[in-house]
């Protein structure tokens, strides 16, 4: 069986030391590809380096995590379409909206998230999608852009039935992680119902 991690961060500093163990023992295992959802400026080296050092393994995608959009989204924006201009990625993110912990910058979080949108459009690129507590907004900002051209990933899904028939009606996948072995967490049955074929797996390492 081939497996791919379809969201993983193992460039992070959590990992320091040991990413090449921890590649080598998902390789044993069967894990033939590993997705790279950039976080923000800080982040776009080590992603690339990890993705030079495992060519054909390691993919690297380019976006602005939710959680990094403040004063000076605009700056990092504008650093990330430098990036997609210069070569090619596997992916457009890791973005969305993330109103768990603070909403001072959910205006601007929104606007970046528009703007990825319109990249994974222009580079016909999966659209890789931070939805923590913020489902039902994603949705309805995503809904006049639904066209062939835009596909993706709503990472980490943790939403309802029906707002997983909602995303996946509009072409989206289920990134499903380590949740759905929880008890009472119902995710198990979602999968069920909403069926296999549009599920992906996902670790989001270190998370």
Known sequence: MVLIDTHSHIYLSEFAGEVDQVIERSMKVGVEKIFLPNIDSTSVLPVLSLEARYPGTCFAMMGVHPTSVKENYREELTLAETWLQKRSFAGIGETGIDLYWDTTFQKEQTEAFEQHIVWARQYRLPL???????????????????????????????????????????????????????????MDVLVRKIGISRVVLETDAPY
């Open 128 to 186: 890789i999608i931070h939805s923590r507590n913020s489902i039902p907004l994603l949705l309805e900002i995503i809904r006049p852009y639904v066209s062939e051209d835009l596909k993706g990933v709503f990472h980490c899904f943790t939403g309802s039935y029906e707002q997983a028939k909602q995303a996946v009606d509009m072409g989206f996948m289920l990134g499903i992680g380590g949740i759905v072995t929880y008890k009472n967490a119902g």
